[in-house]
């Protein structure tokens, strides 16, 4: 059972920064896809960006192509979500999510989510 937990969230002016980590225990990340989702009251969840385990970024969303990059260190476990130019209608809860394929079906795990807020 992997269990993943986001940190780095806060509050941030617009045209700021921040980086979200994704910290996993009880498994090995490097088996897994990375995906960061967010989402705000009243809405589904919206998928931001993708990490294959072989390290091939894909962004769901082109609101965040060219500010937002997303990463993994195996070594540590860890995946970050680097946001730059932020915008206040980034603001959101933010989560990561793990996936595995397996036989039948798949291995998927979510954390319990960080928030973002951008204003000023």
């Known amino acids: 059972q992997v269990q993943l937990v986001e940190s780095g969230g806060g509050l941030v002016q617009p045209g700021g920064s921040l980086r979200l980590s994704c910290a996993a225990s009880g498994g090995f990340l490097h088996n897994y896809a990375i995906s960061w989702f967010r989402q705000v009251p009243g809405k589904g969840r919206e998928g931001v960006l993708c990490i294959s385990k072989h390290g091939d970024a894909t962004a769901f969303s082109d609101s965040v192509k060219g500010r937002f990059t997303i990463s993994r260190d195996n070594a540590k476990n860890t995946s970050y979500l680097q946001m730059n130019m932020l915008k206040p209608e980034d603001t959101a809860v933010y989560y990561c999510?793990?996936?595995?394929?397996?036989?039948?079906?798949?291995?998927?795990?979510w954390g319990p989510g960080t928030q973002v807020t951008v204003s000023s």
């Open positions: 999510n793990a996936v595995r394929l397996r036989v039948g079906g798949s291995y998927n795990y």
